[in-house]
């Protein structure tokens, strides 16, 4: 047993489960509490790092500490948790979902999510139950938007963004896309110049990866040129857009609602201006990075990132 490689894996107890079934006896896993002390404290014979958590940073001085790691599998699209000098220097794989395409089609959870938001923003569904909750009923404080007919503007049109565009074709919107990338864009998706989107779409919805490209694509100019009374939906990565112009957009009523599921800097947001902002107005709405998280999502995932760590260390499967 000894001599089986060690694979550490943070996660929820279902993906380590559904790993453990798939190939627990070709490996000796470890399931470790998502905390830099825990992960430290196990790293120096560890052979690879199934991550379908992120809530980790994987610094340089803990790769340091792991001297037989040769892969980092990521269960997620993102690796922008993990610092990259050390691993680069001694070769250590960082494999995420971004380039898996077909297995990433039949998931939808973060698309989902990703609707639930604007569904939530448009319709002030999480204030109205507040209002419930405290022993009132009056509708007249809770005016919905009409979906049917607007514009919605979706900001990466590849795997979460066109399932955003079917679910918007399917209440009868209007759909601008910007991806300079995607060609031709997916049906019912009209190609527009990222100005021009957002100055004309009634919601605006963000879907690409953080890469030196994208970081800040949402900038300030975007919110100054951005519609009056649009609501706009983040579940990408926080750094995408300029985040002190949009709560001021929030502040000044320029935007009428956001919402998000990601934040600069998470998970240390307990002083983040936008959630201080968020504890006192009901037009911000923000979740915790938890638009892919569904049990059956998560042990999908996580079974195909334990794959590329068999192939990777030569194991048979």
Known sequence: MNDLKKVIYLGPDFGYKAVVDKFGDLARFLHVDPSSKALQSVLVDTDAIIDASMKVKITDEMV???PHLKIISCATTGSDHIDRTEVKARNVQILTLRDDRDFLLNLTPAAEHSWSLLMACSRKLPVAFDHVKSGMWD??????IMLKGKKIGIIGCGRIGSWMGRYAHAFGME???????????PENFTRSELKELVSNCDFITVHVHLTNETMGLVSRECFEVIKPGCIFINTSRGAVLDQVALLESLKNGHLLAAGLDVLEGEPDTDHNPLVEYARNHDNLIITPHCGGFSPDAVAMVSVHAARKVIKSLGLNS
Do not use: N, Q, T
Request: proline share 15%; net charge negative; hydrophobic share 30%.
């Open 139 to 144: 509708r007249e404080d809770f005016p919905g």
């Open 64 to 66: 340091k500490e792991a």
């Open 175 to 185: 759909i601008l896309g910007y991806d300079p990338y995607v060609k031709p864009l």
